[in-house]
């Protein structure tokens, strides 16, 4: 057993050493991949910072000012301007400086004229952008500026004459300490050098103006005929290069003096003439690939100890199994006694159980049956009106109007039963096929039912049912039964208030009809919005109804595939929202 363990503890380790290995290689790599990203977003943005002036003085040299000048380079009030032009222009474009320069690489003009590190008479005929542009070429160059001391790049143009001939040069300075700013925020390190490897712009500081590649004799002498760094001391970093896993590594010291192992990767700017560097340093990337083995290693550990803890186990569940199987028997007979306990209470509960329903069933009916009377009572009331109506009638001889009272009073016979029918079907789904109804015409139907009700609430009903009201799609009797119960509700919320007005609007939208009755009433509680669709639920006082009628309109609506919404209005007052279909095609069709 020890044997096999030692084994398996000098296999860990080695598998340790393995993931070590491989874990250091990804994250060099993927640290390259990172550095390569922003290797490639620098260049980007640097190329897109120059392009940005690179046309700016071809544009300038074309300027009849300009040539005028040069052509006469010692009219005070030409220079004045120009120095004026030159200065507004520069601040325009966000240039670091602009100025003119004679053919003899005198500054006759300058944007920073005003300044103590002027430009205006310093000669610049060494500067190779200078010597290119009086070519007849366009000039760029980096440098250290001699006269400022501030690092710039350099764009000139040449100023032609009418004849084509090279009257002067305009040149353009940017500065770059802005860009080098930007880039120490981040957690790489980034550096540029010039042809001849010398460290420009860098986010350390200690690197600027020291050299990657060797200085030798032929270096210095290009150096200094160009006076690119001007008396800026030129030094050697003396990097070392290595490579780990096809990733390029390069030891270097920092300003502090510092060695550190960094991830390198550079590409060249050929237009500009410089090499970009971004440099990663591996000292958080080994660091974590340590902690990721360090975690394997620890999850490892823990793996042998559960194997071990397992065997161990083992050797122990015999005894614990024999313990067990003693204790199991011991709890068959305690639960055997307790069973029989069980099934005499369920059988105790049982017949309450039984009881409790068959009490429910004798409230239900009586509350069932105070809710038909209270369905079918604003009916019986309209009939009986409608009847005493016809008997005077018939008393006067008039018998079309007597007959059409007894139509009335037919179609509320109508209307009872269809109530009773649909009582009787409160809890399954009606037979009644969907048909197209005309939606205004059942409002004014069941306003004549409900006007009973309503008088007696004293309550005033506005309509606003458009003309071009589209037909919907639902049954005419129960629809009617859904808007009389919710006018009947609306009465009952206004009763005994000042405002009594009662609003019913009908809107078309899209596929779907809406009609919202509103009342002035207190609105419906928060507290009982949820439950106010439910069946038997109500506010009403003990005998003033069961609260099916809700309960069956809802249901009503859902059987029309519609819907029965109840809200608070924000000037008070609660609103019962009918949602109706559009009457299709085909069932206008079929009608």
């Keep these: 057993m020890k044997s096999w363990f030692f084994l398996l503890v000098a296999g860990a380790v080695a598998l340790i050493f393995g993931v070590e290995r491989i874990a250091s290689r990804n994250a060099l790599e993927e640290g390259q991949v990172r550095a390569e990203t922003t290797l490639r977003q620098t260049v980007n943005a640097l190329e897109s910072h120059l392009s940005r002036f690179e046309a700016l003085p071809a544009l300038l040299a074309q300027d009849d000012a300009v040539r005028a000048l040069l052509l006469a380079p010692r009219d005070e009030a030409r220079i004045a301007a120009m120095n004026r032009w030159l200065a507004e222009t520069n601040a325009l474009v966000e240039s670091s400086d602009l100025y003119l320069i004679d053919l003899a690489g005198d500054t006759i003009a300058a944007s920073n004229h005003a300044r103590p590190d002027s430009f205006i008479g310093q000669n610049f005929s060494y500067r190779p952008y200078f010597t290119a542009a009086r070519d007849g070429g366009l000039g760029r160059y980096f440098a250290l500026g001699t006269t400022s001391g501030v690092r710039g790049y350099y764009f000139a143009s040449p100023v032609r004459g009418d004849a084509g001939q090279v009257l002067g040069v305009v040149a353009l300075k940017i500065g770059v300490d802005a860009i080098e700013a930007g880039w120490r925020a981040r957690d790489y390190s980034i550096l540029v050098t010039d042809p001849e490897g010398v460290v420009f712009m860098s986010t350390d500081p200690g690197w600027l103006y020291r050299a990657l590649l060797p200085l030798t004799s032929d270096r210095l002498e290009r150096l200094a005929a160009t006076r690119r760094y001007s008396d800026a001391r030129l030094e050697e970093l003396q990097p070392s290069e290595t490579q780990s896993g096809g990733v390029a590594l390069m030891r270097l010291a920092d300003g ?32 974590q690939a340590r902690l990721a083995v360090a975690a394997f290693g620890l999850l490892l550990l823990v793996g042998l100890l559960l194997a071990w803890t397992l065997v161990q186990r083992r050797a122990r569940l015999a005894e614990r199994l024999a313990i067990q199987a003693a204790a199991q028997a011991d ?51 309209a009939a009986r009106n409608y009847a005493d109506s016809a008997g005077l009638l018939i008393d006067r001889g008039d018998l079309p109007r007597a007959r059409e009272n007894i139509g009335l009073i037919l179609g509320l016979i109508d209307r009872m039963a269809a109530i009773a029918r649909h009582l009787r079907n409160v809890a399954r789904k009606p037979n009644e096929p969907l048909k197209v109804v005309d939606l205004a015409a059942v409002v004014q139907d069941a306003l004549t039912i409900a006007q009973t009700r309503l008088n007696a609430a004293g309550a005033t009903v506005a309509l606003d049912l458009p003309a ?5 799609q639902g049954g005419p009797v129960r629809l009617q039964q859904v808007i009389v119960n919710v006018l009947s509700n609306a009465a009952d919320a206004v009763e005994g208030l000042v405002d009594r007005r009662i609003e019913v609007t009908a809107r078309s939208e899209g596929q779907e009809v809406t009609l919202a009755i509103r009342d002035h009433g207190p609105g419906v509680a928060p507290a009982i919005a ?3 669709f439910d069946p038997f639920f109500t506010t009403k006082q003990v005998g003033s109804g069961l609260g099916l009628g809700l309960s069956i309109s809802y249901n009503i609506m859902k059987d029309f595939e519609g819907d029965l919404r109840v809200a608070n209005h924000p000037d008070g007052g609660a609103v019962f929202t009918l949602v109706l279909r559009r009457a299709t095609a085909r069932a206008l069709a079929a009608e």
């Design 256 to 287: 502090a003096g510092t060695s550190r192992e960094l991830i390198a990767t550079q590409t060249p700017m050929p237009r500009a003439g410089w090499t970009v560097r971004v440099l990663l340093d591996t000292a958080p990337i080994r660091a």
């Design 331 to 381: 709890l068959e007979r305690q639960v055997a006694e307790r069973t029989a306990d069980l099934t005499r209470a369920n059988e105790d509960l049982h017949r309450m159980q039984a009881d409790l329903v068959q009490a429910g069933k004798l409230a239900a009916l009586g509350r069932m049956s105070a809710a038909l009377s209270h369905e079918i009572n604003q009916p019986l009331a």
């Design 468 to 472: 071009d009201l589209p037909t919907v």
């Design 530 to 532: 949820d439950r106010i």
